[in-house]
């Protein structure tokens, strides 16, 4: 592999995205799904009946954008909202057996690609990479939810 010289440590963050994303594409891309619907079924699939806000804040997106995501999902099929309790405000999301069939190997096919990319690094030096992006990660507010 090419060795590309970047500047900052945040643009070798971002080359390693991408690279995660490239990789993922193909698996994501043979089902007709975007990473982030990807991201929303592998979501409910290990949290069934989640609400709006829970989706919202797991993929760390703003409540207007899952609502738009999810009503992309409901009308394949892949998702159903309903309220809880006649509170419109609340909604449970449930993943249809449709959803679970498309989503099925989600996991395992991510966790191949992180192994891969990581695989130089070996086993103390992803502990370490871990440690350090979750300080990092933990600095970072969250998109506000209404």
């Given at each position: 592999?090419?060795?590309?010289?970047?500047?900052?440590?945040?643009?070798?963050?971002?080359?390693?995205?991408?690279?995660?994303?490239?990789?993922?594409?193909?698996?994501?891309?043979?089902?007709?799904l975007?990473?982030?619907?990807?991201?929303?079924?592998?979501?409910?699939s290990?949290?069934?009946?989640?609400?709006?806000?829970?989706?919202?804040?797991?993929?760390?997106?703003?409540?207007?954008?899952?609502?738009?995501?999810?009503a992309g999902?409901?009308?394949?099929?892949?998702?159903?909202?309903?309220?809880?309790?006649?509170?419109?405000?609340?909604?449970?999301?449930?993943?249809?057996?449709?959803g679970?069939?498309?989503?099925?190997?989600?996991?395992?096919?991510?966790?191949?690609?992180?192994?891969?990319?990581?695989?130089?690094?070996?086993?103390?030096?992803?502990?370490?990479?871990?440690?350090?992006l979750?300080?990092?990660?933990?600095?970072?507010?969250?998109?506000?939810?209404?």
């Amino acid at each position: 592999m090419n060795e590309v010289e970047r500047e900052s440590t945040l643009e070798l963050m971002r080359w390693v995205v991408w690279g995660q994303r490239r990789i993922a594409d193909d698996w994501i891309r043979e089902r007709g799904l975007t990473h982030e619907q990807s991201a929303v079924l592998a979501y409910l699939s290990k949290n069934p009946e989640a609400i709006q806000r829970d989706v919202a804040r797991a993929t760390r997106t703003s409540a207007p954008s899952v609502s738009r995501l999810l009503a992309g999902l409901e009308r394949r099929g892949l998702v159903q909202r309903r309220t809880q309790d006649g509170d419109t405000r609340s909604r449970r999301v449930h993943i249809t057996p449709a959803g679970s069939e498309l989503i099925q190997g989600f996991e395992e096919a991510m966790d191949r690609v992180e192994d891969e990319i990581l695989a130089p690094l070996g086993a103390a030096g992803q502990a370490q990479l871990h440690d350090l992006l979750r300080r990092l990660a933990s600095r970072i507010e969250p998109p506000s939810l209404p």
